[in-house]
């Protein structure tokens, strides 16, 4: 059987792998839920870009934002953060929330994004 080729680039790094065809078709299932994990990813990503610019407004929660973007209800939230639904909600009442709260938002919900498209 062939082995894969490794194509480098200019500066010697691994940049693309060349595969038989056989060995790619026993593959394709997982490479393309992998490929529609990131694009997800990536979609969930570009959604909450502005979330940060919501947090300096006072009537609009940028955790409150997220959430409803993702379809979630609070309690769905929680079980991603690992939290209580009682913290979200204290958390989405609040007139500021913390950077590193809303980065840990965005974390999670990408990670659920990422796992809902795999399955």
Do not use: C, H, W
């Amino acid at each position: 059987m062939q082995q894969p080729q490794v194509v480098k680039d200019l500066n010697g790094r691994d940049q693309f792998v060349v595969l038989p065809y056989t060995v790619y078709e026993r593959l394709k299932d997982k490479i393309d839920a992998e490929l529609e994990a990131q694009r997800q990813a990536v979609a969930v990503s570009s959604a909450m870009e502005d979330d940060a610019a919501f947090a300096a407004t006072p009537f609009r929660n940028p955790v409150t934002l997220m959430r409803m973007r993702a379809g979630l209800k609070q309690k769905e939230l929680a079980e991603a953060l690992g939290i209580t639904q009682a913290y979200v909600s204290k958390m989405e009442n609040a007139e500021t929330v913390s950077p590193r709260f809303i980065s840990k938002v965005r974390a999670a919900l990408q990670r659920r994004a990422i796992e809902k498209a795999r399955t």
